[in-house]
């Protein structure tokens, strides 16, 4: 079984957000950027199912600029097997990173997907159900537990009112949750095997895929600070202010 996990590079959450002087986006410059931490986590249960004999190879994709490829080597480093990184200059909506996706399984032959519930960027949690919606695949979103059994995934994903368990046939999509694993640290002789292993670059217009942009982002702004409380003497002045 091949799987494939989708990688994204952002900012690291460990980074106070800036907003850019003219209000186009957030900043980028000269901040770090890191794997995005549901990824690595969908990333580590792949790993898991390798070391287990499930999965046979892992692939690892991402779509961007080239700096991407630092994100895609640590993921090699962490135990991919290769890289594919989709070459573009701009930011791609969840809709259109499924059409990438989608093409690119097929291409491989993929019998498994498995990507971050979502991103902590823009927080769309779009892409891995729209990417099986093209494939028409069956999906399992926020898992916190997978399991192989008789050719079937069994996933336990959280839902509003507690756990939810169910079956899946393969080829399937499969979204990660924060509570599914621990992701592991990469060791310095894997750094240095992941710098030998193969990351194939692609242009976005060599898969010949319409990539409309459906949406457009006209302002970015800092969120209001928060007001300073108040300390109120009694329920009747407190009734007053709600009232």
């Not at 990824?39 to 600029?65: C, H, Q, T």
């Not at 990660?176 to 992941?194: G, H, T, V, Y």
């Not at 990539?211 to 009747?236: F, M, N, T, W, Y």
Request: with cysteine.
């Amino acid at each position: 079984m091949k799987a494939l996990v989708a990688v994204k590079r952002v900012i690291d959450y460990q980074v106070k957000v800036r907003v850019k002087a003219d209000q186009s986006a957030v900043e980028t410059q000269n901040i770090k950027m890191s794997m995005n931490p549901f990824d690595e986590i969908a990333l580590e249960e792949a790993l898991r199912l390798k070391e287990k004999g499930i999965v046979s190879e892992i692939i690892v994709v991402s779509v961007g600029v080239d700096q991407c490829q630092e994100t895609l080597r640590h993921a090699l480093a962490l135990g991919a097997d290769r890289a594919i990184l989709v070459e573009a200059q701009v930011d791609f909506e969840p809709l259109n990173i499924a059409k990438i996706l989608q093409k690119i399984i097929e291409q491989e032959n993929i019998q498994l997907a498995l990507l971050g519930k979502q991103a902590i960027d823009d927080d769309c949690n779009q892409t891995s159900q729209m990417l099986a919606g093209l494939l028409n695949w069956p999906q399992a979103t926020f898992a916190s537990k997978i399991e192989f059994v008789d050719n079937h995934f069994l996933v336990t994903r959280e839902i509003d009112s507690g756990l939810q368990t169910i079956s899946l046939a393969l080829p399937c999509v499969i979204s990660a949750d924060l509570r599914l694993n621990q992701p592991r640290f990469a060791s310095l002789p894997n750094i240095m095997k992941a710098k030998a292993k193969p990351l194939q670059k692609i242009a976005v217009s060599e898969l010949n895929l319409d990539l409309k942009a459906h949406s457009e982002i006209l302002c970015v702004e800092k969120p209001l600070l928060r007001q300073a409380g108040i300390r109120l003497d009694s329920i009747e002045e407190l009734l007053t202010k709600i009232l």
